[in-house]
């Protein structure tokens, strides 16, 4: 019988595990949560998560939605006894694994199923990103779908759908002004912790290697948006809301998870505010965006 090999994390401030049964599969399908690997067990785990490829899936479940990771459709299923049942497939429909959780995400599951080792990493690391998301969702703690630039220790999250240019604009913050680094390019958290709103790096950065175990105190939210000219406003909290909530990991099927990541905006909105930058993809745009926002932080 093969010895169970396990490895723990913090993301975010949450503590996270992995535990391995088979011989293909070990922490190297994971490169990216390196930077936060611990040393010793955690006593105050978020989830674990059991890889094991010889798990038998449940077919009597309900099909309710698919989940939108990144463009790739994943479906979902309600399990009779509350739990969740996930097929995870990658950009060219190949299935990548299956995950499946209880109720509260505290413990997961996932057989990976791609031949190739991009397969497999993306099969695992899309399961560990959606456990992370639905298990710290009542914990004032949010995966965002933006781009994060650190300014003078403050940062600064840009958001809008994809292709529009959050990470055209954040390296424009890089290259115009200075004291400038980049958190994450993708998915960082956020988390509302005793009224501060702090933004910490992820293992989840989309197509930039930036998997950066750093966290800053939020300095602005900016939705992004193509105009023929940079121009910048303060959005009413209403408009803030209606904005961030597409740009959070959700569930809008499961109550706990949906109204945590409600709360958790509503608290965002509250401590930080949030702005519309219609802009140009020049320095001028980056320019007039940190002097408006930095300023208000």
């Not at 090999?5 to 401030?13: D, K, N, P, W």
């Not at 939210?221 to 961030?244: D, G, H, W, Y």
């Not at 740009?247 to 949906?258: F, G, H, L, P, Q």
Request: with cysteine; glycine share 10%.
């Amino acid at each position: 019988m093969m010895e169970v090999r396990c490895s723990y994390y913090r993301v975010g401030g949450h503590a996270l595990a992995v535990r391995y049964y088979d011989e293909a599969n070990d922490e190297r399908l994971i490169p990216s949560f390196v930077p936060f690997r611990l040393q010793d067990e955690p006593t105050d785990l978020l989830f674990t998560m059991h890889v094991d490829d010889s798990l038998e899936w449940q077919q009597t479940a309900d099909e309710i939605g698919e989940f939108d990771c990144g463009g790739c459709m994943h479906g979902v299923y309600r399990l009779h006894d509350g739990g969740y049942q996930y097929i995870i497939r990658d950009i060219h429909g190949v299935l990548c694994s299956r995950m499946r959780s209880n109720a509260d995400f505290t413990c997961c599951q996932v057989s990976l199923y791609g031949e190739t080792w991009p397969q497999r990493n993306y099969g695992l690391n899309n399961a560990m990103m959606m456990a992370y998301a639905f298990a710290s969702a009542q914990k004032g703690t949010m995966l965002m779908h933006a781009s994060v630039i650190r300014c003078d220790g403050k940062g600064y999250l840009m958001t809008a759908p994809s292709g529009t240019g959050k990470s055209t604009h954040t390296r424009l913050w890089y290259d115009n002004i200075p004291g400038c680094d980049l958190m994450n390019d993708d998915n960082p958290v956020v988390r509302v912790i005793d009224g501060q709103a702090i933004v910490y790096g992820s293992p989840w950065s989309g197509k930039t290697p930036c998997y950066r175990n750093i966290q800053a105190p939020i300095g602005g939210i900016v939705r992004i948006q193509q105009r023929p000219e940079n121009t910048i406003r303060k959005l009413r909290p209403v408009e803030a809301f209606c904005n961030l909530l597409p740009a959070m990991s959700n569930m809008k099927w499961d109550e706990r998870v949906y109204n945590g990541v409600c709360d958790g905006i509503g608290e965002l909105i509250r401590i930080v505010g949030m702005y519309e930058l219609g802009c140009l993809p020049n320095a001028e745009a980056a320019i007039l965006c940190h002097d408006t926002v930095a300023a208000h932080s």
